[in-house]
């Protein structure tokens, strides 16, 4: 780059020397592709370049590294913790890298990076085939993978990295690399849970699972402490083919359920059955006879079809957010979790437990960067508000003080759970400290000078 021409120029001209395109802040579409999921992050980069293949990737982190511009990665854009876009940045915007291919045969698909986990999802679901990502379908699958991918196939299939065969990468210096088990296995090991650390992923290469059959949808119940601890250990006691989601919140107005109740709170289940229809509702039993539930939604259907939680079409709302790891969850956290999701003023919120255990359980601690696996539960709360800061800082105070109140002490969080605030003081609780230790060296052979920081930053080991 030729340092003689203003910075604005230079960027100018990186939009020559690649396929995608450079949007800068004159561009007429800038403040659209700045935008992010979560409304409260309102970053203006100094230029988005949405890339169209590994080299342009390559070409830009040259570029940054020529005019010391800070690089920030973007899928996406759900980060919870605000870095899918950053003030003054060059953002990579891997969104035009949207291609699939599967293998049907083989049982395998190559992912661009670009992805939704709806889109994968829909694109293999046509094969009768399935890769468990998150609870939303707009999340990005990059982001998602990289953080490990808790979703509604956990303890049949484990987390989504455990899903995860190869990642093809380009590194800070550029390179364009294959990770698996065989070739850059340290790399590998540390994208499986270590987030944007390391490199500009282009693609994932995922095992998918046949699905011949599933059964899932939500169960409605009071929200009791009663029924939420019967739940847990109802979930913790079944068979890996159900996996959970549950949470109190409002109830949202859909015509399935009385418009009395539409508002209020209830403690919503989204079950999950992978399996046979008919084993389906023996386990499922139990859980309705709980209570009398308010709603039953759950039958045979395609597995795209839970991913109803998310907002509605161009509604952004302002997320807060946390989530610990715990042992246990019995009558008094049922309790002091009622309590909370009572005490929230935010027009939707989600006190929520995810039972964890089975196949996610079953990978050895340090065989991936994700650590937490002896965790049976995670325990998380999310508040869904508009507003000022004054209401940011209420509802961040909520958050935070709900988890203190259900799992007190310093647990494990999950990294993709983290918030704004502590993004980088919870990479403690993100990562054991073994965990942490050896991802700071292999930071250290792939990125050695921090290019990639603009995240929940692994600092390269000396
Ligand atoms: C509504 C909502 C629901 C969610 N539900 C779940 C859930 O059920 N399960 C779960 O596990 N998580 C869930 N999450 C968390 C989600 O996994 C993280 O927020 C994730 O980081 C989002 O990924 P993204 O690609 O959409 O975000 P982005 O903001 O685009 O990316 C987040 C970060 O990931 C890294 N990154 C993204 N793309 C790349 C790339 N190509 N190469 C290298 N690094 C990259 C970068 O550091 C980037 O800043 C949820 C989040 C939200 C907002």
Not at 100 to 129: F, K
Not at 348 to 372: C, E, K, N, W, Y
Not at 448 to 462: D, G, K, W, Y
């Amino acid at each position: 780059m030729d340092k003689r021409f203003p910075i604005e120029d230079q960027i100018e001209m990186l939009g020559s020397m690649i396929r995608g395109s450079v949007i800068a802040p004159h561009h007429p579409d800038y403040d659209a592709v700045r935008m992010v999921a979560l409304a409260q992050f309102d970053r203006r980069p100094a230029a988005i370049v949405r890339v169209a293949n590994a080299a342009d990737i390559a070409a830009v982190l040259n570029f940054a590294q020529a005019t010391d511009l800070p690089v920030a990665i973007r899928s996406g854009g759900h980060s919870t913790s605000g870095f899918s876009c950053a003030d003054g940045a060059l953002v990579i915007d891997v969104r035009d890298l949207n291609r699939i291919d599967i293998d049907v045969e083989a049982r395998t698909a190559w992912a661009g990076a670009g992805m939704t986990a709806g889109e994968v999802t829909n694109a293999v679901e046509q094969h009768g085939l399935i890769v468990g990502f998150g609870d939303s379908a707009t999340v990005g699958i990059a982001g998602l993978t990289l953080g490990g991918g808790i979703g509604y196939l956990v303890r049949k299939h484990g987390l989504t990295i455990d899903s995860l065969l190869a990642v093809e990468i380009v590194t800070a210096s550029g390179d364009i690399l294959i990770a698996d088990e065989t070739e850059h296995a340290d790399l590998f090991w540390a994208l499986r849970g270590g987030g944007g650390n390391f490199g500009v992923v282009t693609r994932f290469k995922y095992r998918l699972h046949p699905l011949p059959s599933f059964t899932g949808g939500p169960l409605v119940l009071p929200p009791t402490p009663e029924v939420v601890a019967g739940f847990a250990a109802l979930a913790d006691a079944a068979p890996n083919e159900l996996s959970t989601i549950a949470m109190i919140m409002p109830i949202p107005p859909v015509p399935t359920v009385p418009v009395e109740a539409h508002g209020k709170l209830a403690f919503i289940a989204m079950m999950a059955y992978a399996g046979d229809p008919a084993a389906a509702q023996q386990v499922l039993a139990p859980f309705r006879a709980l209570a009398t539930p308010l709603a039953d939604m759950i039958g045979t259907a395609p597995y795209s079809s839970l991913y109803m939680l998310d907002p509605p079409p161009g509604i952004r709302p302002m997320v807060a957010i946390r989530s610990r790891f715990t042992e246990r969850f019995g009558i008094e956290e049922a309790r002091a979790l009622v309590a909370a999701a009572q005490n929230c003023t935010a027009p939707m919120s989600m006190s929520q437990i995810r039972v964890l255990g089975g196949a996610h359980t079953d990978v050895a601690p340090d065989a991936t960067a994700f650590g937490h696996r002896r965790s049976r539960f995670m325990v998380s709360f999310l508040a869904m508000y508009g507003g000022g800061p004054e209401v940011i800082d209420a509802q961040e105070r909520w958050v935070s003080e709900s988890l203190a109140s259900v799992v007190p002490g310093t647990a494990g969080t999950y990294v993709n759970f983290l918030g704004a605030g502590d993004a980088n003081d919870g990479i403690a609780a993100a990562y054991p400290a073994a965990t942490l230790q050896r991802l700071r060296q292999v930071k250290h052979r792939y990125d050695p000078e921090n290019l990639f920081r603009h995240n929940t930053n692994v600092s390269p080991a000396v």
